[in-house]
């Protein structure tokens, strides 16, 4: 039982933009939700997006990044330098509404601690992010700020018309806040830029438990997407956007020389479709066979419309005879460490946060500075034929991702957030 149970302080309402499926803001939610209440608090979700059990749950349509109206604001917010009056207008009547959803979620499950997942970050949302401060100054609310990434890392969001707005909200500096950032870097800048200390929380994993391995329902996996037992398989486990790199892993599979298949098991276009043509277009030119899976791949083990088998991304990894991570931006790196979790040898590109806070740790990686280069092709080709060297690798970064990325480090860092909150 946590000790602040007794105090009444024990109810947590998470707020996004997105609460449901497999994007990181989700996934991490979803961990802090299962440590929580491993230590004794209550667990609540108010998104524009949801899929948390009903009775813990408030759907704020306007909250979504992907509803009409806010997609109309967003439009007009960014990629100009003015905006017009109708827009202030608009924009405050959307955020009077998601503001009075606010009150309504609090009161309707008493909540005691607020934690805004990356809403009040990057502006996906501006009228959402306007709602949560106003909220939180109006009533002093503990809230701990979770923040992913921030506008100033994004280039689409530099030319905006809200410079007012992100300066107040995206994040807001306000007494009864505790920030938390993912990597070092984005400390670093959220106090050079805004003065605001912040606590790093890195992604985790739960390293205490092993990765499912092949059961009676995967087994069929690489028959159900066509790719043969002769075949290797490559997994680039990401959403198909351009900071994700991917023709750099359809070079690679190239280079290799060998039967392969890259398999990319996220979805296309979240950023538009230009990116998605420029990666068929590329593997098309190389010779390389691209199997998109992401209309086969859920949350849940289920079916679908066709009668086909869904499965999860943990049935997917255990197939894989290799995983690419060739990004040049991240947050953290949620999929480096499913990687390490499932034992699977890694290509990783030298993004900037792995280089300063994953790799002095010590992991053993196939790492690129940007392009393939013969040497990387040479170690995968060694890393792939020698399974003891494979064996000595991913042993060697398990153990280190269970003494730095663990459930159990994520649990000793909430207890001193609530701590600072309640005392003992």
């Known amino acids: 039982m946590s000790a602040h149970k007794s105090s009444g302080a024990n109810r947590i309402g998470f707020v996004s933009v997105r609460l449901a499926g497999t994007d990181g803001v989700s996934m991490e939610t979803r961990k802090w939700a299962h440590v929580l209440e491993k230590i004794g608090y209550e667990c609540f979700y108010m998104a524009g997006q949801l899929d948390r059990p009903s009775e813990r749950s408030f759907l704020a349509e306007e909250a979504s990044f992907e509803h009409p109206l806010v997609m109309q604001i967003q439009k007009e917010c960014f990629g100009k330098s003015v905006r017009s009056s109708e827009l202030t207008k608009l924009i405050s009547e959307v955020k009077e509404r998601l503001k009075a959803k606010l009150y309504e979620f609090v009161g309707r499950f008493k909540i005691d601690v607020l934690i805004p997942e990356n809403a009040l970050s990057i502006p996906v949302n501006v009228p959402l992010g306007l709602a949560i401060t106003e909220f939180i100054a109006e009533t002093g609310i503990n809230t701990i700020a ?111 020389d060998l039967k392969a298949k890259l398999v990319i098991s996220h979805a296309w276009g979240e950023e538009g479709d230009d990116y998605g043509r420029r990666i068929r277009e590329y593997a098309n030119l190389l010779g390389v066979d691209i199997v998109s899976i992401s209309d086969r791949v859920g949350e ?11 499965y999860t991304i943990r049935d997917v990894y255990p197939h894989a005879d290799l995983v690419t991570y060739p990004s040049d931006c991240e947050g953290f790196g949620n999929a480096f460490l499913e990687a390490i979790h499932f034992r699977r040898p890694v290509v990783i590109n030298r993004y900037s946060v792995y280089e300063v806070d994953i790799a002095p740790k010590g992991f053993k990686t196939i790492a690129l500075d940007g392009y393939v280069t013969e040497d990387a092709v040479r170690q995968t080709r060694e890393v792939l034929g020698n399974q003891a060297l494979r064996q000595r690798m991913v042993e060697h970064n398990y153990n280190l991702g269970q003494r730095f990325y663990s459930y159990e480090v994520l649990e000793g860092k909430l207890r001193v957030l609530m701590l600072n909150f309640f005392g003992l």
């Open 146 to 256: 979770v923040h992913h990434d921030f506008f100033w890392e994004r280039k689409r969001f530099l030319r905006n018309a809200v410079w007012d707005y992100l300066n107040m909200a995206f994040p807001p500096h306000l007494p009864s806040i505790q920030h938390v950032v993912i990597n070092s870097s984005a400390d670093n800048q959220l106090s050079l830029r805004t003065g605001i200390s912040a606590t790093i929380i890195p992604n985790v994993i739960d390293f205490a438990t092993q990765a499912p391995e092949i059961d009676d329902y995967s087994a069929d996996l690489r028959e159900a997407i066509e790719v043969g037992d002769d075949c290797l398989f490559v997994l680039q486990p990401t959403r198909v956007v351009a900071r994700k790199r991917i023709e750099l892993a359809i070079e690679l599979v190239k280079r290799l």
């Open 300 to 310: 849940v083990r289920a079916k679908n419309s066709k009668g086909q088998k869904i």
